[in-house]
């Protein structure tokens, strides 16, 4: 399958809603699946501080996008997520080539990528050089936001966080 990667803030207007109000949609289980990332608001989609979009011809076909950086341990670090690949267009790597691409995007501007990973999407973090933080290298703040998850489990945050490190799994 042929798709291009886009940043969210070139598209034009229409298309940067029709892809904030895809993404709202599909976090708010709106779209018969059950999301499997906190729900976002389509103007949560335009807040973001960096966002990539997959197209497949003029198709939406997936999004990453980026928190602002958070200050921590001498770091700027940014949360990648909200990592979204709409069914039909899954295993043609494009949330690889979404990852890699915010990646690239965020080590350019001196920051320090994390994220919270589920099964489906860990090996993909991995392979885009992410491995297991240890204790204290991800701002507390971001574990805050596991509380508005409405599928998180009684015994805490279903996620795996992830921390780059150029190591490539
Ligand atoms: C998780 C998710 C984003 C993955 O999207 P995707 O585009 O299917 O992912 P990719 O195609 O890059 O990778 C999926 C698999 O396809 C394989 N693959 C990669 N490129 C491929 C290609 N060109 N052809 C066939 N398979 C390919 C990958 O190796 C990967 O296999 P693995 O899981 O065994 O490592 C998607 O399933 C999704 O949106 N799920 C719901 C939301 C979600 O869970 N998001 C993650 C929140 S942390």
Known sequence: MEYE???FSDLEYAMQNDV?????????????????????????VFKKFVGFVALHETTFAGFVGSADPIEWAGLLMPEVGSLW??????NHGVANSLVRTISDYLLGEGLQPFAF????SNSIFN?????DAVNGEIPD????LCKGCKHKPANGCCDRVVIYTGAKG
Request: proline share 11%.
């Open 5 to 7: 990667i886009k940043k």
């Open 141 to 144: 703040s971001a574990f805050g």
């Open 85 to 90: 690949v709409p069914k039909e267009f899954r």
């Open 127 to 131: 392979r885009n050089g992410y491995l």
């Open 20 to 44: 904030a109000n895809k993404v709202a949609a599909y976090t708010n289980g709106e779209l018969g699946e059950i999301p499997q990332m906190l729900p976002v608001q389509p103007e949560d």
């Open 117 to 120: 990973v589920n099964p489906k």
